[in-house]
Structure formats: structure tokens, C-alpha cells
């Protein structure tokens, strides 16, 4: 089973950027962690401040991977590209927010691209991606 992680705009300051939010570990260290959890599964990593190239790799990977596991930081409230991008590819895409954003400010409240994912996991901190993993091996199972 192959995933990839793609994370958006931001998120490569993990552990420096308002740790009262996001938490003070670095995404680099939380993903190999992830890694020997799931030593069966392949995880891939990418993370990009540019939308054209989270589109891109949403493209390049979202047709002979089994899932994609989606934190589109900002864009996740902005980007009618993004969720024309996930509608095109055929791998599930899992919509991912390390905090809680319906705890947050308004404009979070609202997501371009949860309507054409497959799920979405949010306030669990650097766990939701591991909760995404899960379900994926979960659908997968059942497929």
C-alpha cells in the first residue's frame, strides 16, 4: 500500500510556528515516527507553499496510489484549483487539519475541498495524520 502525504502553505515551520496551535514538533520528526508504525505500509512526504505544485503532485500521485492524505493549510479555505484537482484523480483523498478548525476564526469554519474528499479528520494534532493512515488501510480492507 502506498500513501502520500501532501501538506500546504506553513507547514514545513511545524514546531516553530505557534506551537500553542500546531504543537513544537517538527513534521520531518512526527513523519518518521509514523513511519515505523506502519513499516508495512509505504509513506511518502511533500510539502509545498505553492498551490500549482500541491496540484501537481495531486496529479502525479492520484492515480496509482492508494490514498492521499491532504493538509492544504490555507488553501483548504481558498483553492477552487485544489478541489478541481482532487476531483480528477482517481485515489482517495483524506482532508487533514492538525487543530480543530471549527474552534477557530470563522473563515476556517469553511473548506473548498471536504465535499470531494473522501473524509475528514481534524483537531487530534500531528495524530490526525496517523488516524488518516488508519482509515485508509481500513477502506482499503474493505475494498
Known amino acids: 500500500m502506498k500513501i502520500q502525504i501532501i ?6 515551520l511545524l514546531g516553530m510556528r505557534e506551537p500553542s496551535v500546531y504543537g513544537d514538533q517538527s513534521f520531518s ?10 513499516p508495512e505500509i509505504r509513506l511518502d512526504h511533500y510539502q509545498s507553499n ?10 502525479e500521485t492520484g492515480f496509482d496510489y492508494d490514498g492521499i492524505i491532504l493538509n492544504a493549510g490555507g488553501y483548504t ?6 478541489r478541481d484537482a482532487i476531483k480528477s484523480v482517481r485515489t482517495p483523498v483524506i482532508e487533514v487539519h492538525i ?12 473548506s473548498m475541498i471536504s465535499a470531494v ?7 487530534f494534532g500531528l ?4 488516524l488518516a493512515v488508519e482509515a ?7 475494498d
Not at 501538506?7 to 514545513?12: A, S
Not at 479555505?77 to 485544489?82: D, F, N, Q, R, Y
Not at 485508509?136 to 474493505?142: C, D, G, H, Q, Y
Request: glycine share 8%.
Open 7 to 12: 501538506n500546504g502553505p506553513n507547514l514545513n
Open 136 to 142: 485508509l488501510i481500513m477502506a482499503n480492507k474493505t
Open 99 to 110: 487543530s480543530n478548525v471549527y474552534a477557530r476564526e470563522e473563515f476556517r469554519h469553511q
Open 127 to 130: 495524530n490526525s495524520y496517523r
Open 29 to 38: 520528526a512526527f513523519f518518521e515516527r509514523l513511519k515505523e508504525v506502519f
Open 117 to 123: 474528499c473522501a473524509g475528514v479528520i481534524g483537531g
Open 77 to 82: 479555505h481558498t483553492s477552487v484549483a485544489i
Open 50 to 59: 505553492v498551490e500549482g505544485e500541491i496540484i501537481n503532485k495531486i496529479h
